[in-house]
């Protein structure tokens, strides 16, 4: 795939690494990319064997977001007038936002250097994050004179929190990664040449329970977040209801019963 590398963790079990991989364009989007990004996660989506997903960039950044020589230019998604841009927008970057949204995955962000503008948004989009000592995080669309096109705002204030979010938005101030994980935008900050592994094991621990579950779980997460009270609760009874019928959810009581460790078999 174009821009996008997809690739088996090599000690994460059940684990799938996408790597960006425009690194002389320090992994800012493309359209090819979006394309790619977009395919994967619909591949990665059909395969069972997959349970957790590790999103990373080829260093030395993570993405420095939108492309600023397609910006200068006026090419590609950045071309037209405002009309055609707000139709572009939607067509093109925002389809990554919505795509994981719907992605019922775990999705980890490594984090192992910069991720600026929609990049740190698309961190932003992953369930969880964990971040290298050389990352760096910064909203700097204003610096630019744009706003988060990608609805980062939105994924930022649900990182972090609204005012968190606010001071990055408005601002444009860079933050490093033990000031990310101060304010909760990176769960864990280890040395550089030990992310994926680290990212790995994390993705490890999530990936020995029922997948199901999990996948139903990330779900609830993620949808539950603009609901109601009532419209959560119904959507978990929902998902309990699927969840509790299957066959790994006998085996994971069987197991704790018989004190051993379950063999969850994706049914």
């Not at 996408?18 to 002389?24: A, G, S, V």
């Not at 990176?186 to 029922?210: F, K, P, S, Y």
């Amino acid at each position: 795939m174009q821009d996008i590398l997809v690739d088996r963790h090599p000690t994460a079990p059940h684990t799938a690494v996408l790597t960006l991989d425009r690194p002389e364009a320090r992994n800012a989007y493309s359209e090819a990319m979006i394309d790619s990004l977009c395919a994967a996660l619909d591949a990665l989506e059909d395969d069972d064997d997959v349970r957790v997903v590790l999103l990373t960039g080829a260093d030395p950044a993570f993405s420095a977001g939108g492309d600023l020589k397609a910006m200068r230019d006026r090419t590609g998604m950045f071309a037209g007038d405002g009309a055609r841009l707000r139709v572009a927008y939607q067509r093109t970057i925002q389809r990554v936002p919505r795509r994981l949204l719907a992605f019922d995955k775990p999705v980890i962000a490594a984090i192992n250097g910069p991720a600026i503008g929609a990049g740190l948004d698309l961190a932003c989009m992953a369930d969880l994050r964990i971040a290298s000592e050389r990352a760096r995080f910064g909203s700097t669309f204003v610096k630019v004179g744009l706003i988060p096109g990608d609805g980062g705002a939105y994924w930022l204030s649900r990182a972090v929190g609204y005012a968190q979010a606010a001071q990055m938005v408005l601002t444009g101030d860079l933050l490093d990664a033990v000031d990310a994980q101060r304010i909760g935008l990176v769960g864990e900050v280890v040395a550089h040449d030990d992310l994926l592994e680290a990212a790995g094991a994390l993705a490890a621990r999530i990936a020995a329970n029922a997948p199901i579950a999990v996948r139903l779980a990330r779900q609830a997460m993620a949808r539950s977040w603009d609901l109601s009270a009532d419209q959560a609760l119904d959507l978990a009874a929902t998902y309990q209801g699927i969840a509790q019928v299957s066959e790994d959810h006998a085996e994971g009581v069987n197991a704790l019963l018989e004190r051993r460790a379950p063999v969850f078999r994706h049914r």
